[in-house]
């Protein structure tokens, strides 16, 4: 299988001590080809996006290290109903993020705002059908309940990560996998429902 890592941030995009960097081994190790790269809306209105499955960090979309989000959303819009899953970088921007989103879709205009000019692509994302293309995109990670991408949040326990994901959306919370990052961070350790590993999960086959 081939698979695209990445995401709104810089972090999401590059490999070196992130998580991003940790799914993608989880997935080499199991044997697909991976590519760590930023996301590219031109690509996808292009159909030019080669993958089979991606997985897409999510950050708030209103944050300054998001400058990758227009890539990012097109993705997730383009994949929502293929092989998509999303990951956090860690469980403390959740609240950023679900708080983000629904500013985003109660504006359907924010998003191109000229404050957000210096992101990535943003003349591309501008062109009005694009626009609104993205906005349903947001819309579906604000409102959908049903059908939704599994979200992979780092955290000790299962509790923890459902705590987080709630944050974000309804949707969000129903598709949690919690997993153990604790090389990369530090969240508060539990032994309540605690949360597997990447090597776990792969031999559960819930994320490979």
Not at 27 to 50: C, F, I, Q, W, Y
Not at 69 to 81: A, C, E, K, N, P
Not at 127 to 133: G, I, P, S, Y
Request: aromatic share 10%; with cysteine.
């Amino acid at each position: 299988m081939k698979i695209l890592v990445t995401g709104m941030s810089s972090s999401n995009c590059r490999e070196n001590g992130t998580i991003a960097g940790k799914i993608a081994d989880a997935l080499r190790e199991g044997g697909h080809e991976v590519d760590v790269a930023k996301p590219s809306l031109k690509d996808v209105l292009e159909d030019n996006t080669p993958w089979d499955r991606v997985y897409v960090g999510i950050g708030p979309v209103h944050g300054i290290g998001s400058s990758s989000i227009f890539g990012s959303l097109g993705l997730i819009g383009h994949y929502w109903d293929k092989d998509l899953w999303l990951y956090t970088d860690d469980h403390l921007d959740a609240g950023k993020i679900g708080s983000g989103l629904r500013l985003f879709d109660r504006d359907h205009w924010r998003i191109i705002k000229p404050f957000y000019g210096y992101r990535r692509e943003y003349p591309i994302a501008s062109d009005l059908t694009v626009t609104k293309w993205l906005n349903e995109v947001i819309y579906s990670l604000t409102r959908s309940e049903v059908e939704y991408p599994h979200v992979i949040v780092p955290a000790f326990n299962v509790a923890q990560a459902i705590d987080t994901t709630k944050r974000i959306s309804i949707g969000a919370m129903h598709h949690t996998v919690a997993a153990d990052f604790s090389s990369l961070v530090e969240v508060p350790k539990t032994d309540e429902w605690a949360a597997p590993s990447l090597e776990q999960l792969k031999e559960e086959q819930l994320v490979l």
